[in-house]
T-cell receptor, first 116, second 117 residues
Framework: DGGITQSPKYLFRKEGQNVTLSCEQNLNHDAMYWYRQDPGQGLRLIYYSQIVNDFQKGDIAEGYSVSREKKESFPLTVTSAQKNPTAFYLC???????????????FGQGTRLTVV | AQTVTQSQPEMSVQEAETVTLSCTYDTSESDYYLFWYKQPPSRQMILVIRQEAYKQQNATENRFSVNFQKAAKSFSLKISDSQLGDAAMYFCAYRNAGGTSYGKLTFGQGTILTVHP
């Protein structure tokens, strides 16, 4: 059963702590993405990766870090430098090199991060 | 940098009627993809429809169709025969098909659609 799995669904962080959000896909997709969504807002791109061992900053990368050591995995670390991390985080993946019919992104179910 | 703008924060429609959601984008690329996604209260993102920039024909998927105006950089979504299940937040998205930011996927701010019975 192919798809994208984000874990955990809910995450609580104390101020000053780093936390890591997991994203795994078994779709053999090339690209992976992390987005942040605030209440009633759109999706803002944090980082994306086109290929293993490479990634690009999105529009709001400050205070976040990522790694892409395996094609299937793209974990996001929210560091203590991110001053307002409470938000809903969505991970996505897509094929980059293939037929047009497969160009859309597939999304995980999200992680709700709350600073306590 | 590419930007996507949805100028309608909220829209409403009567059940069985038609509604159009607006989207404009800014890019210097000639090849790209455009999408509309739906996000219901469950927050699961669902693809509604896609459009390839090199195709002049507007995409359609059952009750959903787009009006793609490449020169105007406009990509509106028309929902016909609206149903209660169409109520959701709708996002317009742009994806590069070339260059160093190949595959970068950018979203608009979203439009909340309410469907009245």
């Amino acid at each position: 059963d192919g798809g994208i799995t984000q874990s955990p669904k809910y995450l609580f962080r104390k101020e000053g702590q780093n936390v890591t959000l997991s994203c795994e896909q078994n779709l053999n997709h090339d690209a992976m993405y992390w987005y942040r969504q605030d209440p009633g807002q759109g999706l803002r791109l944090i980082y994306y990766s086109q290929i293993v061992n490479d990634f690009q900053k999105g529009d709001i990368a400050e205070g976040y870090s990522v790694s892409r050591e395996k094609k299937e995995s793209f974990p996001l670390t929210v560091t203590s430098a991110q001053k307002n991390p409470t938000a809903f985080y969505l991970c996505a993946s897509s094929i980059l090199w293939g037929t047009d019919v497969n160009t859309e992104a597939f999304f995980g179910q999200g992680t709700r991060l709350t600073v306590v | 940098a590419q930007t996507v703008t949805q100028s309608q924060p909220e829209m409403s429609v009567q059940e069985a009627e038609t509604v159009t959601l607006s989207c404009t984008y800014d890019t210097s690329e000639s090849d790209y993809y455009l999408f509309w996604y739906k996000q219901p209260p469950s927050r699961q993102m669902i693809l509604v429809i896609r459009q390839e920039a090199y195709k002049q024909q507007n995409a359609t998927e059952n009750r959903f169709s787009v009006n793609f105006q490449k020169a105007a950089k406009s990509f509106s979504l028309k929902i016909s025969d609206s149903q209660l299940g169409d109520a959701a937040m709708y996002f317009c998205a742009y994806r590069n098909a070339g260059g160093t930011s190949y595959g970068k996927l950018t979203f608009g701010q979203g439009t909340i659609l309410t469907v009245h019975p």
